[in-house]
């Protein structure tokens, strides 16, 4: 059964890092057929996607998020990371984990999130 | 502000149908597949409809997804007290370069 368990640092401070690891079980992150991306909700508001990754290194970054990100893959732990730069009190927020089924053809791309995290809370304060 | 838009919330009273719009445009529902995501109470996210109307493993056929133009639909039949939760629909956006943009959610609440 696939799994995917959040794990980071909780509180992080203004202006600091924000480091986080998704451990994968029942899958491999090395799937070709997969991605496997970050999204995150802050308090109160809706779904944000921030990146994905593809074991080959392809990876696709939220715009918006203004190159302070950065997502790698370590296939020898089955796990994901994501790490942002510069963090503000907008970056407080859960984050999810997910897989993602990012396949194209007739009738356009069918982009989906299969399988989810249960999320991890981090707050950026002082 | 969402690049989908859906309506904030709806309600009906058990045994009734909700249906859950998101509005989009050409360049992400208009030439791509839709999905919609549950979210109960204090829970991750969980895939509901995929590729439009494609229901994963376990999901009962009250909940049918549709697609139409720049638009999806999302409907529940037979509503249910634990069918209260936040949807969500989401799809490729080609002028992002976005994997998934969501709409801002629909909090659906049972009568």
């Known amino acids: 059964q696939l799994q995917l368990q959040e794990s980071g640092p909780g509180l992080v401070k203004p202006s600091e890092t924000l480091s986080l690891t998704c451990t994968v079980s029942g899958d491999s992150v090395s799937s070709h057929n997969y991605y496997w991306g970050w999204i995150r909700q802050s308090p109160g508001k809706g779904l944000e996607w921030i990146a994905s990754i593809h074991y080959t290194g392809t990876t696709y970054y939220n715009p918006s998020l203004n190159g302070r990100l950065t997502i790698f893959v370590d296939t020898s732990k089955n796990q994901f990371s994501l790490r942002l730069i510069s963090v503000t009190a907008a970056d407080t927020a859960v984050y999810y984990c997910a897989r993602l089924l990012a396949t194209a053809g007739p009738g356009g791309r069918r982009n989906c999130f299969d399988a989810w995290g249960q999320g991890t809370v981090v707050t950026v304060s002082s | 502000q969402s690049v989908l838009t859906q309506p904030p919330s709806v309600s009906a009273a058990p045994g009734q149908k909700v249906t859950i719009s998101c509005s989009g445009s050409s360049s992400n529902i208009g030439e791509n597949y839709v999905s919609w995501y549950q979210q109960l109470p204090g829970t991750g996210p969980k895939l509901l409809i995929y590729?439009?109307?494609k229901r994963p493993s376990g999901i009962p056929d009250r909940f049918s997804g549709s697609k139409s133009g720049t638009s999806a639909t999302l409907d529940i039949t037979g509503l249910q007290t634990g069918d209260e939760a936040d949807y969500y629909c989401?799809?490729?956006?080609?002028?992002?370069?976005?994997?998934?943009?969501f709409g801002g959610g629909t909090k659906v609440t049972v009568l």
């Open positions: 989401g799809t490729w956006d080609s002028n992002v370069h976005a994997h998934v943009v």
């Open positions: 590729e439009n109307s």
